[in-house]
Each structure stands twice: as C-alpha cells, then as structure tokens.
C-alpha cells in the first residue's frame, strides 16, 4: 500500500517537469541557459500567502535567518490545475509566470516597483549532473510591511485611519510607480489595487504581481480593456 501510495506521489511530483518541457509555446524564464538557480527541493516552506497562483514564504538552508517569497509554478498547483489531458489550465498559469518574469527583466529599475528575483528556482532530474533543468519560479525579497489593502482593512477594523500624511506619501509612491510603467516601461499592470502595492520597512510602497493575465474587469487598466 504504501509503495502504492508513494508511486503515485511520485508521478505527480514528475509531471510538471513535463509539462514545462513539452510545450514549447510557454517560453521559457532565466537569465541564462548556464544559470543553476537554486533546486525547488532544497526550499524550506513555512507559509503559504495569498494571491494568484503559488505565493509562499520559504527560507534556504544557507541564509537561515533570512526569508523569502517564492512565486512560481509548485507541486500543489500542478496538482490543482492539471487534469491529466490537456492541463490547459496549469498551462495558462505557466505561461503566465513566464510572461511576469520575462516583464520583470525589462522594465527599468525604479524605487516603487518590484525589483527582479533575487534566486531563480529549478526542477528537473534528480542527477546532480543533469543539465536537465528548467525555471518553475523565483525567489523574491520578503516585506514585512504587508501589502496596502491589508493595512487599510485592519485600520479600519481598529476605528484608526492611517494618518493624513502616510496617506499622501502612499499616493504619491502609486503615483510614481504608475507612471514609470506607463512612461518609462511602456507597460502595464492589469491590476492595480491596494492589494497590489507591497510596503518595506520605512512605508514606501511597491508594486507587485506583474502577471499581465486574467486580471478582474473591476481593476483592468483601461490599456489593457480596450478602453
């Protein structure tokens, strides 16, 4: 039974890679075909976030004190989104990732806008030796500040408006980080909202979550809409 059992995970686990590897037209993420990144199974998870797709907080044995925030492709969403025939819903997610990331590698570098990964994460074969390795997600930097529209929602459960002058500070950080990608990217976010902007340890605000896919009508930049 529990050979049984164990097969089955296994097949599971493998089945990404495949995915990943088999259709070309998802692209591929990466700074370089020579780049190791660092092995998805070498993550310690601790938490998993919310958002689209697979947010979770993760620490490497190496920097034991330090956390970061993987976003990628897991285990757990294949095995949510893949239906053994077509996976064309964890092939749309895929892709998704791949078009955030390669975004990511564009867009000019700026103050309120979410900086490239700090490592690349792999699958692939279990030969150290193999160069059988492909990108299913980054690490980025962790900020403890939480994100804009948490912060505004506990205010308000707590009868405290955040103070006038954060507020204007905020604004103009969402200010700033908007016309960068409008002006100097030549891009945009499908989503902006408060849950969008993540805020760092002195209250400056980031813009996070690049996927340029199935972003909500509500929140759709009026480029993106047609409009």
Request: aromatic share 8%; hydrophobic share 35%.
């Amino acid at each position: 039974m529990r050979k049984a059992l164990w097969d089955s995970i296994r097949a599971a686990i493998s089945n990404p890679a495949t995915v990943f590897d088999t259709d070309e037209a998802l692209g591929r993420s990466g700074p370089d075909p020579g780049h190791a990144g660092v092995p998805f199974r070498s993550l310690i998870r601790h938490e998993q976030l919310g958002g689209r797709g697979c947010a979770t907080r993760v620490k490497l044995p190496k920097y034991p004190d330090r956390f970061f925030v993987f976003k990628g492709v897991d285990f757990r969403t294949f095995l949510s989104q893949g239906d053994g025939e077509e996976d064309a819903a964890i092939r749309h997610t895929i892709r998704g990732w791949h078009n955030s990331n390669n975004l990511f590698q564009r867009i000019p570098p700026h103050a309120n806008v979410m900086p490239p990964p700090v490592h690349w994460v792999t699958i692939g074969a279990d030969d150290a030796a193999s160069t059988k390795l492909m990108f299913c997600g980054t690490l980025q930097q962790l900020y403890l500040g939480g994100d804009v529209g948490t912060r505004v929602e506990k205010s308000n459960e707590a009868g405290q408006r955040p103070p006038l002058e954060l507020k204007a500070h905020w604004c103009a950080n969402m200010a700033a980080a908007l016309a960068h990608t409008h002006r100097i990217a030549r891009t945009y976010h499908m989503d902006v909202k408060p849950g969008s902007f993540i805020v760092d340890a002195d209250e400056n605000l980031v813009l996070s979550d690049w996927e340029q896919t199935d972003a909500p009508a509500t929140t759709l930049a009026p480029e993106a809409d047609g409009t």
